[in-house]
């Protein structure tokens, strides 16, 4: 029997798994249903329109207690809580209250007769950690500004990964994992009908696969789970006969993705267009640039063009503090002239209420496809595309698979195989384990074991580079293993190989 969609289950732990016909049902039945254009009207008067989203994340980590291998896993947030007068913790209880503003913000700027915009896209980790330290108060915030009908079209929430896995160097079947326990988790927390309203997904770290057929797998689970466009960083892309990044960046892209067996599939990408400091929103640049713009030609039809824009939430001097009442100032200023806020579903559907669809939007791929595509046709198959690779690799300057990332300067591969190594034989464990044998998605072992191999998939340990963070990796995928030798006793050794 299906045990009930709470947030918190009675072992403690979040609620990411056993409900999936009730979360499939729930994402097709929205699917063709508008959610934020619910009347004929068009762009209007419209010269330009721009969009923001928030970024927020906090990793858990085992930090509950003095010995690393026996402590509890907790949220980053109450450790810097727990231990302010170490390095920047002190910003603990501003991150907390930048989790909780946009709650306030909204009916403030709603009660004046404006018109406030925004996304959001809080990882499921985040998410836990915050119920977990009893902040209700930040929970309730959201809660209010999501599902109270007064102020829910003011809000777009965007899907992510639970664990905020990097996609590029995450196994596919666990990245479908993380997507799919976010979807679960949100819908937990706030409601199966506020999940029927999130259409977009926004990657970890805005890391886009390159690999032709890891990249297929990420767009593929993208529209298995009902999303509908996906935020992408400008130079993550490249029009397939140029080369080049897009030349239309404020319009959507129809992100097509073709795998080594020539299996094509498709989705509506929005760009990011510049740039990884948080000052672009914090200062609300996306504003401005658009006050700059002028309606273009999509179609054969006059649309305004989008700007959009992502950024940590609470990151930095800026966000904390700069942006609060520049976002306001903002709102104010832009509500009801010819640059208004948009949130991109708002946004997409006023173009298809036009008759403009994902087929008309310029066709791009992932950056560094087109290197492999000259030297083989899709179809040649998984070994073929694995020896282009690595040709491209000695012969391109600066080829790579790693996928493409805000982060561009920063490997999420290179020089850690002390952190990979265990996840991936974590992750072959789970699979072989778990997946393979079809275990029943309801029982409390397979949460158990989900938790800790999605917990340790976090992309922090290895953004903050070797020291506590890998050994906090390791020690989650030690304790993925254990639990997998626990709860699944039948699999302690793997198969022996053929003859």
């Not at 929430?157 to 990097?166: E, K």
């Not at 464990?429 to 989900?450: C, G, I, M, Q, W």
Request: glycine fraction near 8%.
């Amino acid at each position: 029997m299906t045990k009930p969609l709470r947030p918190i289950c009675d072992d403690g732990l979040p609620n990411i798994a056993g409900h999936e016909k009730l979360i499939e049902k729930t994402i097709k039945d929205a699917a063709l249903t508008p959610v934020f254009r619910k009347t004929g009207a068009d762009f209007g008067p419209a010269n330009a329109v721009f969009a923001i989203a928030l970024h927020m994340h906090q990793p858990l980590i085992p930090a509950g207690g003095a010995d690393m291998k026996s402590a509890t896993i907790i949220s980053n947030l109450k450790d810097m809580m727990d231990h302010q007068g170490a390095g920047d913790n002190h910003n603990a209880p501003v991150f907390a209250e930048c989790y909780k503003r946009l709650g306030d913000f909204i009916p403030e700027l709603l009660k004046e007769g404006k018109q406030p915009k925004v996304m959001l896209e809080y990882s499921g980790t985040l998410l836990y950690g915050l119920q977990q330290m009893g902040r209700d108060d930040v929970i309730d915030a959201l809660k209010k500004i999501t599902c109270d009908p007064a102020y829910r079209d003011s809000v777009e929430w965007l899907g992510c990964p639970w664990g905020h896995a990097v996609a590029p160097s995450t196994p596919v079947q666990d990245f479908k994992l993380h997507v799919k326990a976010w979807q679960h988790n949100f819908a937990a927390i706030f409601g199966t009908e506020a999940l029927e309203r999130v259409r977009g997904f926004s990657p970890s770290e805005m890391a886009l696969p390159n690999n032709p057929d890891v990249a297929y797998e990420f767009v593929k689970t993208l529209k298995d789970c009902g999303y509908q466009w996906v935020l992408v960083q400008h130079d993550t892309i490249e029009n397939p006969t140029t080369r080049q990044r897009p030349d239309q960046p404020h319009l959507p892209q129809r992100l097509v993705c073709t795998n080594s067996k020539g299996e094509t599939v498709e989705i509506t990408a929005i760009v990011k267009t510049q740039g990884s400091d948080t000052k672009l929103v914090g200062q609300m640049q996306p504003y401005y640039e658009a006050k700059t713009l002028k309606p273009v030609t999509l179609a054969g039809k006059t649309v305004p063009p989008l700007v959009t824009q992502i950024a940590d939430g609470e990151n930095g001097g800026v966000m904390m503090n700069e942006f609060p009442p520049k976002y306001k100032e903002a709102v104010r200023e832009c509500s009801g002239t010819r640059t208004p806020m948009m949130n991109v579903t708002e946004y997409l559907e006023h173009l298809a209420a036009m008759g403009i669809t994902e087929k008309d939007f310029p066709a791009v791929q992932p950056a560094k496809q087109a290197e492999i595509w000259k030297r083989m046709t899709p179809g040649d198959g998984p070994e073929k595309l694995a020896e282009v690779i690595e040709t491209c690799k000695k012969d391109v300057r600066n080829f790579n698979m790693e996928g493409g990332s805000w982060t561009n300067n920063i490997s999420w591969v290179q020089g850690y195989d002390n952190v990979l190594k265990p996840m991936e034989k974590l992750s072959e464990h789970f699979n072989r384990a778990v997946l393979e044998k079809n275990a029943p998605t309801d029982e409390d072992s397979y949460r158990r074991a989900l938790f800790q191999l999605l917990t340790a998939e976090t992309s922090c340990f290895r953004y903050w580079g070797q020291g506590v963070w890998t050994d906090y990796a390791r020690e989650l995928c030690r304790r993925g293993e254990e639990t997998l030798d626990k709860d699944y006793p039948d699999t302690l050794k793997p198969p022996k190989p053929p003859g």
